[in-house]
Structure formats: structure tokens, C-alpha cells
Nanobody, 122 residues
């Protein structure tokens, strides 16, 4: 499975960005997908996750209410709508996927990863 992210960029505090992730190389339509981020010198952390089968979502506490994860089944595309962005949100953002996870925001739950897209808030 290949994952390709897009939509990163630079934005001022309080601004918004939408990230997209398109999987390829699989016929499966139900799986877990998530967004992770990693800032320089910090560990990778789970930001948001979704079960594309039933739509259940999970969020990092610090982004809940500001970020929204969604999956368009018709387009088979994962999104992360990020509003009210803060400098602390600056990081490389990665899309991840797995057929099943026990811990949706743990990076070791996922075995497919994208290359990442940079988000800078300043």
C-alpha cells in the first residue's frame, strides 16, 4: 500500500490548512487511517485516527476541537482539516494506514506510511 500526502504549507497562527492522503495498491476499502506528526527533536505523535468502516474517530487532546479527520469513501481519500493553527502545530505530518489497530494513536499500530508533508505555523 502506498500513501501520498498533500496540502502542507506555511500559515499564520489562527489560520487553516487541509491535508489529503490518497492510498493506492490495495483493493481494501475498510481499514484504519491516521495522521501523525513529528517536530524536530520530538517523538512522532498521533494526531487523529479514523476507522473508515464505521467512521469512529480519535484525537490527540491538544487538537480536539481544532482538527477534524474524515474519509471520503467515494474518492478513497483521507483528510485532516486543521483550524486555529498554533506554532506548536508546526511539524512534518504523516499519513498512516493499517487493516486493524488496537491503539489508534500509537505509531507502532500502523504498517503503511506516507512520505510526509510539512506544516509550518509562524
Amino acid at each position: 500500500v502506498q500513501l501520498v500526502e498533500s496540502g502542507g504549507g506555511s500559515v499564520q497562527p489562527g489560520g487553516s490548512l487541509t491535508l489529503s492522503c490518497v492510498p493506492s495498491g490495495t483493493a481494501d476499502r475498510r481499514y484504519w487511517m491516521a495522521w501523525f506528526r513529528q517536530a524536530p527533536g520530538k517523538e512522532r505523535e498521533g494526531v487523529a485516527a479514523i476507522d473508515t468502516g464505521d467512521g469512529s474517530t480519535y484525537y490527540l487532546n491538544s487538537v480536539e476541537g481544532r482538527f477534524t479527520i474524515s474519509h471520503d469513501n467515494a474518492k478513497n481519500t483521507l483528510y485532516l482539516q486543521m483550524d486555529s493553527l498554533e506554532p506548536a502545530d508546526t511539524a512534518m505530518y504523516y499519513c498512516a494506514a493499517a487493516r486493524w489497530v488496537h491503539f489508534p494513536l500509537r505509531s507502532d499500530s500502523y504498517n503503511y506510511w506516507g512520505q510526509g508533508t510539512q506544516v509550518t505555523v509562524s
